[in-house]
């Protein structure tokens, strides 16, 4: 690793960012695979984690949405091999990319390509969906879209069983940092009646210089366009009020406003990292459906108004803390 790999990859937030890193990091990708007849639903997690006292360890952690599973897969941090050119992550026989994901794990086995990646646009100023904050060095949780909806061509041998995601749909994101917030609401679906459609929010409490504040990133893309609400770009978290049944949120921008219904179905638990290593826990759904109302602020137009089927969502900690006041 030289310097120039260093600036390269943070410019490109879907590289590996942790050049230089060997204790209290984490990062990992998060690869969500949905076959067309939506029978099958899977998430795949490649990683990397490092714990306060520089003992590293690599992994693959699998989510079942429908049958609501997890499996947590370790492997020598050896064989995690972050590609210094371009965002291509080895992980033992598997290896990731944000054109391709091919799978050699206990009980998974096959290769599926990703073709119309719809990409988070950036500048160079604010080059992923951090925005300024890419460049902040003391950031308890990064956050970064590789994709926000592509198409799938391939098949899996899971446990046995082949199942074609050809045609199907696929997401990818990605974090990295030392620990997840102490409290946020997340939620993801690209699974719309109007194809190409797809959403992701984050509301997290976020340590700052001066204390704690609540940052919140948002994207709705609806033909073509897509619509943003950020603290930092200006939006507003009007209201949010989350418990177990479920999620609502209304963000504002300069011209629209966003509502979002989410209640909760049955979650699965998934390891998460605090200080570095894997050891926390957290509960995702992949069978969710967010409700989402988008308005033109000036007229009261509804420009879109849908449900996302497949959804993903968590929710965790004192969410009261990311309540507007």
Not at 58 to 74: C, M, N, R
Not at 173 to 191: C, I, L, R, T
Not at 239 to 263: C, K, M, V, W, Y
């Amino acid at each position: 690793m030289n310097f120039i790999t260093k600036i390269r990859s943070l410019f490109n937030p879907s590289m590996y960012q942790g050049w230089g890193n060997s204790r209290k990091y984490f990062e990992g990708w998060y690869f969500k695979v949905v076959n067309e007849p939506e029978t099958a639903a899977f998430a795949f997690i490649p990683g990397i984690s490092m714990n306060v006292k520089g003992e590293k360890q690599a992994f693959v952690q699998i989510l079942d949405g429908k049958k609501k599973t997890s499996v947590f897969i370790p492997f020598d941090a050896s064989v995690f091999i972050p590609s210094e050119r371009e965002f291509t992550v080895t992980v033992g026989n598997s290896v990731f990319s944000s054109g391709s994901m091919k799978l050699d794990l206990p009980g998974v086995k096959g290769e599926l390509t990703f073709s119309g990646l719809s990409e988070w646009p950036g500048k160079w100023y604010a080059p992923g969906i951090m925005g300024p904050y890419t460049f902040a060095p003391f950031m308890e949780c990064n956050h970064g879209i590789v994709s926000m909806d592509h198409s799938i061509i391939g098949s899996l041998e899971i446990n046995g069983v082949l199942t074609d995601f050809t045609g199907g749909r696929g997401y990818i994101e990605k974090d990295w940092g030392h620990s997840f917030p102490s409290a946020y609401v997340w939620m993801q679906s690209n699974h719309f009646t109007t194809p190409g459609t797809s959403f992701k929010a984050s509301v997290a409490r976020i340590p700052w210089l001066t204390g704690n504040f609540t940052g919140f990133i948002c994207g709705l893309l609806h033909e073509n366009h897509l619509y943003r609400f950020t603290e930092y770009g200006g939006g507003r978290l009007v209201f949010l009020e989350a418990d177990t049944t479920g999620i609502q949120i209304e963000f504002r921008n300069r011209s629209h406003q966003l509502h979002i219904e989410a209640p909760c179905d049955t979650a699965t638990p998934l390891a998460s990292p605090i200080k570095g290593m894997m050891g926390g826990r957290i509960e995702e759904s992949m069978t969710s459906v967010i409700s989402l109302t988008l308005e033109e602020t000036a007229t009261d137009r509804v420009i879109f108004s849908g449900k996302g089927r497949n959804s993903s969502v968590e929710i965790s900690g004192d969410t009261n803390t990311l309540s507007p006041h």
